[in-house]
């Protein structure tokens, strides 16, 4: 976090504060007094003449139409140092909102304590406005403070609090961590002193960023006598004092990436020996055991480590590392929502698609049962026609056999009868256009069976695609599984619609088949018919002769007498025949 940053916030607080009816403005004299206050706190100049040249345009309203940010940024933020008291400049913010904020709230800790609070706050809240702490810095700043206290972490607690916080946004503000710690909710057992001196110690840290601190014995560069001094850790350098007051300073002991830490035999009946070679100086420490001098010897060498990477102190850098593990689990979070976004799209497109060719399947079907109604009447037609010129044989025949029994017009009934053959070889052309049609009907069908078929496979190589995608998401997202069952749920629904959509089609493409057996069926009865006219025809035929002399030679003889055609007439016409029943079986 950079210093405009860190001001920034501090900054931010007083202004809301002076903000009394919450509107975002701020009068001109109330202004006036916080720049006034800043420049005194951070060491600059105060201008007052730019802040009226600022707000020139604007001397009746609460502010200006230019704002107040840019001139903060220009006359303060750009010119302010890291050489100031922040302390003091923390304090000065502090002052302007904590009456409007806690002054009626009954709390468990003192005003110096929810000061310490406030600015631990501000190091762990997020760089956005307005400013709020989110669950994951709440937990890591009570396990600190419960830590510090000497107690133990009690994880229930704090999931009640998760709870409290769900239903808000899982984020806190400034006087609610306040209220929260000063409610005395995780510091349950503890007392005031307790709490104010854990309060304290997380304060050095996070803030002062005083990494260890305690008392320990040195040695002096003057008079070589041992003195005990109160020792305080920081990245750069290490202070010591003469109590832990911190009252009295009596010297600093710099470090930097030249610096070097090492342990020292028991002498001058002093234990726990170590040295610290700094680039001026070099200080032999005694420790009070074998532990503390460890843990001293591990800090040390740890800011020179540091100072040798250009690192910050580790608890800046393992904020940074958890603000940006939650930027990355949050662009994570977007890119899954997109791309969910982009699977339900996908799949309302199918859907669609699906919906589309259904109804393009009903209507074929319902196409395809009105060419089945036409080809039923025609062939209702069709037989009642045949059973018209079956009666009309058996009355022909009935009279053919008066006339062959009078013998008085033969060449009359024989000329009549060529012209119904002539008729009947026309209906019989005509059974063959009906049985063509049927046979381009029957292919129709096979086609329209073929495409169901082929569209059936791709919509379900399209949905093993969708669940297949659908099962890797759900494998990638397995961390956020409880927060995306709902939407899982909706796909599955989805899915299953699409599913019963599959099994509608495949209902659909039986009774296409069946469709199909049928037209086929009425093929079969229709070929037979043709079969069983032609045979009609042939009897027929036989039953025709024309008047002339018998042969010597032998005839055939059939139910009427003897045949009215040779035996090279019949073979011919038998082998016709045969063909065209060879033809029809193929045709099936």
């Not at 012209?419 to 005509?430: G, I, N, R, S, T």
């Not at 069946?514 to 229709?526: G, S």
Request: hydrophobic letters at 35%; charged letters at 35%; aromatic letters at 6%.
């Amino acid at each position: 976090m950079t210093l405009r940053d860190e001001l920034l916030k501090s900054i931010w607080h007083a202004f809301t504060a002076l903000d009394v009816d919450k509107s975002g403005k701020v009068s001109k004299s109330q202004l006036k007094v916080l720049s006034h206050n800043l420049c005194t706190v951070l060491g600059i100049p105060h201008d007052p003449v730019a802040l009226e040249e600022h707000f020139k345009d604007d001397d009746e309203g609460p502010v200006s139409n230019q704002g107040y940010m840019p001139y903060l940024n220009k006359f303060i933020l750009d010119k302010a140092k890291d050489n100031f008291d922040r302390q003091e400049f923390n304090k000065m913010c502090w002052t302007l909102c904590f009456r409007k904020n806690l002054g009626q709230k009954q709390l468990f800790i003192s005003n110096d304590d929810a000061f310490k609070i406030w600015c631990i706050f501000n190091f762990l809240s997020e760089d956005r406005y307005p400013l709020i702490i989110v669950t994951e810095e709440i937990e890591y700043f009570l396990r600190k403070l419960t830590e510090a206290m000497g107690g133990s972490w009690v994880e229930e607690r704090f999931e009640d609090l998760k709870l409290e916080l769900s239903s808000k946004q899982q984020c806190l503000n400034v006087w609610e961590l306040i209220t929260l710690v000063g409610s005395g909710q995780f510091s349950k057992g503890m007392d005031q002193q307790t709490l104010s001196m854990g309060i304290s110690e997380v304060y050095q840290e996070l803030i002062l960023d005083v990494l260890k601190q305690g008392y320990m014995m040195k040695k002096g560069h003057k008079r070589k006598n041992w003195t005990e001094r109160w020792f305080v850790l920081k990245p750069g350098f290490i202070s010591y004092y003469v109590g832990e007051d911190l009252a009295e300073k009596k010297g600093d002991i710099p470090l930097d990436g030249s610096c070097s830490v090492e342990s020292l035999q028991d002498k001058e009946g002093k234990k726990c020996l170590f040295l610290i070679k700094s680039s001026q100086k070099s200080f032999e420490i005694s420790a009070s055991d074998k532990k503390k001098k460890q843990e001293w010897i591990q800090a040390i060498q740890m800011c020179v480590n540091l100072l040798r990477q250009s690192r910050p102190a580790p608890h800046h850098e393992a904020r940074q590392k958890r603000r940006d593990l939650r930027l990355r689990q949050q662009a994570e979070q977007e890119e899954l929502e997109l791309r969910m976004r982009e699977l339900q799209t996908a799949n309302e497109a199918k859907q669609s698609e699906l919906e589309n060719m259904r109804k393009a399947l009903e209507e074929a079907a319902a196409k395809a049962a009105e060419e089945e109604k036409k080809r039923l009447l025609t062939h209702t037609e069709l037989q009642d026609r045949y059973r018209t010129e079956l009666e009309r044989e058996k009355m022909v025949r009935q009279q053919m056999e008066e006339q062959v029994a009078q013998k008085s017009s033969e060449l009359e009934q024989y000329l009549q009868r060529v012209q119904e053959l002539e008729d009947m070889y026309h209906k019989l052309e005509e059974a063959l256009e009906e049985e063509r049609r049927a046979r381009q009907d029957e292919e129709t069908v096979r086609k329209l069976q073929a495409r169901l078929l082929e569209e059936e496979a791709e919509k379900r190589a399209e949905l093993e695609q969708i669940h297949l995608r659908q099962q890797r998401a759900i494998s990638e997202t397995e961390a956020e599984k409880q927060e995306l069952e709902k939407e899982r749920r909706a796909k599955e629904s989805a899915l299953q619609a699409a599913m019963k959509q599959l099994e509608e089609l495949e209902q659909e493409r039986q009774g296409a088949l069946e469709q199909y057996q049928t037209v086929m069926k009425k093929l079969e009865d229709a070929t037979n018919n043709t079969k069983s006219w032609k045979h009609k025809v042939a009897q027929h035929e036989g039953m025709l002769r024309l008047i002339q002399p018998g042969s010597k030679g032998p005839q055939k003889i059939t139910n009427w007498g003897p045949a009215a055609f040779s035996d090279v007439e019949l073979n011919l016409r038998e082998k016709q025949w045969q063909e065209m029943k060879n033809q029809a079986a193929q045709a099936q």
